[in-house]
């Protein structure tokens, strides 16, 4: 059974950063591209950044470029995603979620969610 | 960016009846369009994928159908469990997008 968890939301001053984290299990990690995507509250979705099954295809949303990192520890099934110079419009539930082989594809699944919220 | 614009935003429905939501890109995608529904509290669950594609364990009665810059998904005999908001998403290119996201109430 494929899990996806995240972990590290909370509540953060604006101008902070914080690390989150997406612990894989059920599926062949190293095989799969992986996407961070949030939700703010009472809004849609929005797609944050993707990574490559190798780290070497990356890709990020206008709104976060430049501010945010995704990366990925294949050793330990693990996505990440450093978000510096939060702003409070950062605000939302972020999603991790099991890409295809490109990072320009769908979602199969998708966590629980951890929730960031950016105020002082 | 490609922009995907859904329509309605909101749909009251009755139980049975069929319902049909569509997704417009804002260039041609091809067939890189998938539908996502969410419940209230609970994650995007992939309903559709490459604009008609069934997803195993979806029921038979939601379908998608177009390709280039239009796109419908339909739920045939709608069941109150279909309560949701359903979402399209474009991966044709980057930066990936979402539709803004069409809420069925159920009657």
């Known amino acids: 059974e494929v899990q996806l968890v995240e972990s590290g939301g909370g509540l953060v001053q604006p101008g902070r950063s914080l690390r989150l984290s997406c612990a894989a299990s059920g599926f062949t990690f190293d095989d799969y591209a992986m996407h961070w995507v949030r939700q703010a509250p009472g809004k849609g979705l929005e797609w944050v950044s993707g990574?490559?099954?190798?780290?070497?295809?990356?890709g990020y949303a206008d709104s976060v470029k430049g501010r945010f990192t995704i990366s990925r520890d294949n050793a330990k099934n693990s996505l990440y995603l450093q978000m510096n110079s939060l702003r409070a419009e950062d605000t939302a539930l972020y999603y991790c979620?099991?890409?295809?082989?490109?990072?320009?594809?769908?979602?199969?699944?998708w966590g629980q969610g951890t929730l960031v919220t950016v105020s002082s | 960016e490609i922009v995907l614009t859904q329509s309605p935003d909101f749909q009251s429905v009755t139980p049975k009846e069929k319902v049909t939501i569509t997704c417009r890109a804002s260039q041609s995608i091809g067939s890189s369009l998938h539908w996502y529904q969410q419940k209230p509290d609970q994650s995007p669950k992939l309903l559709i994928k490459y604009a008609s594609q069934s997803i195993s364990g979806v029921p038979s009665r939601f379908s998608g159908s177009g390709s280039g810059t239009d796109f419908t998904l339909t739920i045939n005999s709608l069941e109150a469990e279909d309560a949701a908001t359903y979402y399209c998403h474009q991966s044709s290119s980057l930066p990936i997008t979402f539709g803004q996201g069409t809420r069925l109430e159920i009657k």
């Open positions: 979620a099991k890409g295809v082989v490109v990072v320009a594809d769908y979602f199969d699944y």
């Open positions: 990574i490559s099954w190798n780290s070497g295809s990356i």
